[in-house]
T-cell receptor
Protein backbone atom coordinates (compact mmCIF):
# COMPACT_ATOMS: atom_id res chain seq x y z
CA UNK A 1 0.00 0.00 0.00
CA UNK A 2 1.13 3.50 -0.69
CA UNK A 3 1.57 6.07 2.04
CA UNK A 4 2.46 9.74 2.19
CA UNK A 5 3.55 11.37 5.43
CA UNK A 6 3.69 15.09 6.08
CA UNK A 7 4.92 15.33 9.65
CA UNK A 8 4.53 19.09 9.92
CA UNK A 9 0.99 20.08 10.82
CA UNK A 10 1.52 23.83 10.72
CA UNK A 11 4.38 26.18 9.95
CA UNK A 12 4.24 29.88 10.79
CA UNK A 13 6.70 32.34 9.29
CA UNK A 14 7.12 36.04 8.82
CA UNK A 15 6.99 37.39 5.30
CA UNK A 16 10.24 37.00 3.30
CA UNK A 17 11.36 34.01 5.31
CA UNK A 18 11.91 30.70 3.49
CA UNK A 19 9.58 27.78 4.18
CA UNK A 20 10.48 24.11 3.67
CA UNK A 21 7.77 21.47 3.71
CA UNK A 22 8.70 17.86 4.32
CA UNK A 23 7.18 14.86 2.59
CA UNK A 24 8.09 11.19 2.99
CA UNK A 25 6.47 8.51 0.89
CA UNK A 26 6.20 4.73 0.69
CA UNK A 27 5.54 2.76 -2.46
CA UNK A 28 6.44 -0.57 -3.99
CA UNK A 29 6.18 0.76 -7.52
CA UNK A 30 9.46 1.22 -9.37
CA UNK A 31 8.01 4.05 -11.44
CA UNK A 32 5.89 6.62 -9.68
CA UNK A 33 4.95 10.27 -9.70
CA UNK A 34 4.98 12.79 -6.88
CA UNK A 35 3.10 16.05 -6.69
CA UNK A 36 2.65 19.13 -4.57
CA UNK A 37 -0.73 20.85 -4.49
CA UNK A 38 -1.72 24.09 -2.76
CA UNK A 39 -5.12 24.66 -1.17
CA UNK A 40 -5.70 28.32 -0.28
CA UNK A 41 -8.51 29.39 2.07
CA UNK A 42 -10.87 29.64 -0.91
CA UNK A 43 -10.72 25.85 -1.13
CA UNK A 44 -9.55 24.98 -4.61
CA UNK A 45 -6.65 22.58 -5.17
CA UNK A 46 -3.91 24.11 -7.27
CA UNK A 47 -1.23 22.00 -8.93
CA UNK A 48 2.28 23.24 -8.19
CA UNK A 49 4.90 20.70 -9.21
CA UNK A 50 5.31 17.12 -10.35
CA UNK A 51 8.29 14.83 -10.20
CA UNK A 52 8.86 11.47 -11.88
CA UNK A 53 10.71 8.78 -9.96
CA UNK A 54 13.25 8.29 -12.73
CA UNK A 55 14.32 11.93 -12.70
CA UNK A 56 16.05 13.04 -9.52
CA UNK A 57 17.18 16.37 -10.84
CA UNK A 58 16.10 19.09 -8.48
CA UNK A 59 14.82 22.31 -9.94
CA UNK A 60 13.76 25.80 -9.16
CA UNK A 61 10.67 27.45 -10.58
CA UNK A 62 10.33 31.04 -9.52
CA UNK A 63 10.10 31.07 -5.72
CA UNK A 64 9.45 27.31 -5.60
CA UNK A 65 12.12 24.64 -5.42
CA UNK A 66 12.08 20.97 -4.54
CA UNK A 67 14.46 18.35 -3.31
CA UNK A 68 13.66 14.80 -4.42
CA UNK A 69 15.79 12.10 -2.81
CA UNK A 70 14.90 8.57 -3.80
CA UNK A 71 17.36 7.08 -1.32
CA UNK A 72 15.40 8.52 1.60
CA UNK A 73 11.97 8.52 -0.11
CA UNK A 74 11.62 12.22 0.46
CA UNK A 75 10.17 14.96 -1.70
CA UNK A 76 10.60 18.27 0.09
CA UNK A 77 9.28 21.59 -1.16
CA UNK A 78 10.63 25.06 -0.45
CA UNK A 79 9.05 28.46 -0.86
CA UNK A 80 11.69 31.17 -0.98
CA UNK A 81 10.96 34.67 0.30
CA UNK A 82 7.45 33.80 1.43
CA UNK A 83 4.53 36.15 0.87
CA UNK A 84 1.18 36.47 2.61
CA UNK A 85 -0.49 34.97 -0.48
CA UNK A 86 1.46 31.77 0.15
CA UNK A 87 -0.70 31.12 3.21
CA UNK A 88 -2.48 27.86 2.43
CA UNK A 89 -2.52 24.14 3.10
CA UNK A 90 0.07 22.31 1.04
CA UNK A 91 -0.45 18.68 0.12
CA UNK A 92 2.13 16.21 -1.06
CA UNK A 93 0.65 13.42 -3.17
CA UNK A 94 1.77 10.13 -4.70
CA UNK A 95 0.09 8.70 -7.77
CA UNK A 96 -0.40 4.97 -8.10
CA UNK A 97 -0.32 2.93 -11.30
CA UNK A 98 -4.08 3.40 -11.80
CA UNK A 99 -3.73 7.13 -11.59
CA UNK A 100 -5.37 7.93 -8.29
CA UNK A 101 -3.62 10.26 -5.87
CA UNK A 102 -2.75 9.36 -2.30
CA UNK A 103 -2.44 12.60 -0.36
CA UNK A 104 -0.54 13.38 2.80
CA UNK A 105 -2.36 15.00 5.69
CA UNK A 106 -1.28 18.45 4.55
CA UNK A 107 0.78 21.22 6.12
CA UNK A 108 -0.83 24.54 7.00
CA UNK A 109 1.49 27.42 6.14
CA UNK A 110 0.77 30.75 7.80
CA UNK A 111 2.70 33.77 6.54
CA UNK A 112 2.32 36.94 8.55
CA UNK A 113 3.33 40.42 7.39
CA UNK B 1 -6.69 28.09 -20.38
CA UNK B 2 -9.87 26.12 -19.79
CA UNK B 3 -10.19 24.50 -16.40
CA UNK B 4 -12.29 21.78 -14.88
CA UNK B 5 -15.86 22.94 -14.27
CA UNK B 6 -17.97 21.66 -11.43
CA UNK B 7 -21.59 22.38 -10.67
CA UNK B 8 -23.17 23.28 -8.45
CA UNK B 9 -20.55 25.03 -6.36
CA UNK B 10 -22.64 24.81 -3.21
CA UNK B 11 -25.44 22.44 -2.28
CA UNK B 12 -27.58 22.09 0.80
CA UNK B 13 -29.61 18.93 1.28
CA UNK B 14 -31.60 17.24 4.01
CA UNK B 15 -30.83 13.79 5.35
CA UNK B 16 -32.06 10.96 3.12
CA UNK B 17 -32.29 13.23 0.08
CA UNK B 18 -30.37 12.70 -3.15
CA UNK B 19 -27.77 14.91 -4.84
CA UNK B 20 -26.14 14.98 -8.25
CA UNK B 21 -22.78 16.62 -8.78
CA UNK B 22 -21.53 17.39 -12.26
CA UNK B 23 -18.03 17.65 -13.64
CA UNK B 24 -16.85 18.92 -17.02
CA UNK B 25 -13.20 18.02 -17.66
CA UNK B 26 -10.63 20.09 -19.46
CA UNK B 27 -11.07 19.67 -23.23
CA UNK B 28 -9.26 16.60 -24.61
CA UNK B 29 -8.88 15.11 -21.14
CA UNK B 30 -10.17 11.54 -21.17
CA UNK B 31 -9.88 10.64 -17.49
CA UNK B 32 -11.98 11.93 -14.61
CA UNK B 33 -11.42 11.40 -10.89
CA UNK B 34 -13.69 12.13 -7.94
CA UNK B 35 -12.37 12.95 -4.47
CA UNK B 36 -14.07 13.71 -1.17
CA UNK B 37 -12.49 16.05 1.37
CA UNK B 38 -13.95 16.21 4.85
CA UNK B 39 -13.30 19.22 7.11
CA UNK B 40 -9.63 19.42 8.07
CA UNK B 41 -8.80 16.26 6.12
CA UNK B 42 -6.93 15.42 2.96
CA UNK B 43 -8.83 14.50 -0.20
CA UNK B 44 -9.84 10.87 -0.43
CA UNK B 45 -10.21 9.12 -3.77
CA UNK B 46 -13.71 7.90 -4.60
CA UNK B 47 -13.79 6.68 -8.19
CA UNK B 48 -12.30 7.30 -11.64
CA UNK B 49 -13.25 6.88 -15.26
CA UNK B 50 -11.12 6.46 -18.34
CA UNK B 51 -12.67 6.70 -21.78
CA UNK B 52 -16.16 6.42 -20.27
CA UNK B 53 -15.40 3.20 -18.41
CA UNK B 54 -14.87 2.89 -14.67
CA UNK B 55 -11.16 2.69 -14.13
CA UNK B 56 -10.62 2.43 -10.39
CA UNK B 57 -12.69 2.52 -7.24
CA UNK B 58 -11.77 3.77 -3.81
CA UNK B 59 -13.69 4.31 -0.62
CA UNK B 60 -16.97 5.18 -2.30
CA UNK B 61 -20.13 4.23 -0.37
CA UNK B 62 -22.63 1.94 -2.06
CA UNK B 63 -25.11 4.82 -1.84
CA UNK B 64 -23.00 6.70 -4.36
CA UNK B 65 -22.73 5.98 -8.06
CA UNK B 66 -21.04 7.75 -10.91
CA UNK B 67 -20.62 7.60 -14.64
CA UNK B 68 -18.82 9.29 -17.47
CA UNK B 69 -20.80 10.27 -20.54
CA UNK B 70 -19.98 10.31 -24.23
CA UNK B 71 -18.89 13.96 -24.03
CA UNK B 72 -16.55 12.97 -21.15
CA UNK B 73 -18.41 14.88 -18.51
CA UNK B 74 -19.09 12.95 -15.35
CA UNK B 75 -21.81 12.89 -12.71
CA UNK B 76 -21.64 11.70 -9.12
CA UNK B 77 -25.02 10.60 -7.79
CA UNK B 78 -25.46 10.44 -4.05
CA UNK B 79 -28.54 8.93 -2.46
CA UNK B 80 -29.84 8.55 1.10
CA UNK B 81 -27.58 11.38 2.18
CA UNK B 82 -26.17 11.27 5.68
CA UNK B 83 -24.74 14.03 7.87
CA UNK B 84 -21.29 12.53 7.35
CA UNK B 85 -21.52 13.13 3.61
CA UNK B 86 -21.04 16.84 4.22
CA UNK B 87 -17.75 17.59 2.51
CA UNK B 88 -16.00 19.24 -0.38
CA UNK B 89 -16.23 17.09 -3.49
CA UNK B 90 -13.56 17.56 -6.11
CA UNK B 91 -13.45 16.42 -9.66
CA UNK B 92 -10.10 16.24 -11.43
CA UNK B 93 -9.23 15.46 -15.01
CA UNK B 94 -6.14 14.35 -16.87
CA UNK B 95 -5.01 13.08 -20.23
CA UNK B 96 -4.05 9.43 -20.20
CA UNK B 97 -4.61 8.20 -16.66
CA UNK B 98 -1.16 6.76 -16.27
CA UNK B 99 0.96 9.64 -17.37
CA UNK B 100 -0.42 13.07 -16.89
CA UNK B 101 -1.03 15.54 -14.10
CA UNK B 102 -4.50 15.76 -12.58
CA UNK B 103 -6.03 19.22 -12.58
CA UNK B 104 -8.75 19.88 -10.08
CA UNK B 105 -12.01 21.74 -10.36
CA UNK B 106 -13.09 24.30 -7.75
CA UNK B 107 -15.10 21.69 -5.87
CA UNK B 108 -18.72 21.34 -4.79
CA UNK B 109 -19.36 22.07 -1.13
CA UNK B 110 -22.14 19.79 0.08
CA UNK B 111 -23.87 20.40 3.37
CA UNK B 112 -26.31 17.79 4.65
CA UNK B 113 -28.67 18.98 7.39
Amino acid sequence: AQKVTQAQTEISVVEKEDVTLDCVYETRDTTYYLFWYKQPPSGELVFLIRRNSFDEQNEISGRYSWNFQKSTSSFNFTITASQVVDSAVYFCALRDSWGKLQFGAGTQVVVTP
Amino acid sequence: AAGVIQSPRHLIKEKRETATLKCYPIPRHDTVYWYQQGPGQDPQFLISFYEKMQSDKGSIPDRFSAQQFSDYHSELNMSSLELGDSALYFCASSRDRGQETQYFGPGTRLLVL
